[in-house]
């Protein structure tokens, strides 16, 4: 009875697993096709992502309204920084946009190193917006 059972669950792990890849390859097919939006491209089969961007001098982070990730500073990255630049008001605001790319785990927290546990790899910018987001709270030096 036991080894009927065991042929059951590892013939389920294995559609399981079939249909997995089956997924995945659709997925990937998806991605490659590229709608135009107005002016703005984006990759189907790939999330949208919207948050707030800040880029200091220690790195840069993407902020939604349940996730935080580091962002990986390759070109698109540096783009993204550029861009929200002049949008800027002080050193500290925060910038809505929308981009599409990928999650992974942050390499230099898995080796012992200090930053958020997952990082976006981004692929696409789709939006950046013309103002900075509105402050919850604001503090200020006041000079006597």
């Known amino acids: 009875m036991r080894k009927i059972v065991y042929v059951f669950v590892l013939?389920?792990?294995?559609?399981?697993?079939?249909n997995q890849e089956e997924n995945?390859?659709?997925?990937?097919?998806?991605?490659?096709e590229t709608l135009k939006d107005g002016e703005t491209n984006i990759i189907a089969g790939k999330p949208l992502i919207n948050g707030e961007f800040i880029r200091t001098e220690d790195g840069a982070v993407l902020k939604g309204e349940s996730f935080i990730y580091g962002v990986h500073m390759d070109d698109i990255g540096r783009e993204l920084a550029k861009r929200v630049e002049p949008i800027k008001k002080d050193e500290f605001d925060m910038v809505p946009v929308t981009v599409q790319g990928k999650i992974a785990k942050n390499p230099v927290v898995t080796t012992g190193g200090e930053g958020w546990p997952e990082i976006i790899?981004?692929?696409?910018?789709?939006?950046?917006?013309?103002?900075?987001s509105k402050e919850d709270i604001r503090i200020e030096d006041k000079k006597n």
């Open 11 to 18: 013939f389920a792990v294995m559609i399981s697993c079939k």
């Open 24 to 32: 995945n390859t659709e997925t990937e097919d998806q991605a490659e």
């Open 121 to 132: 790899i981004i692929e696409n910018i789709v939006k950046v917006s013309d103002t900075p």
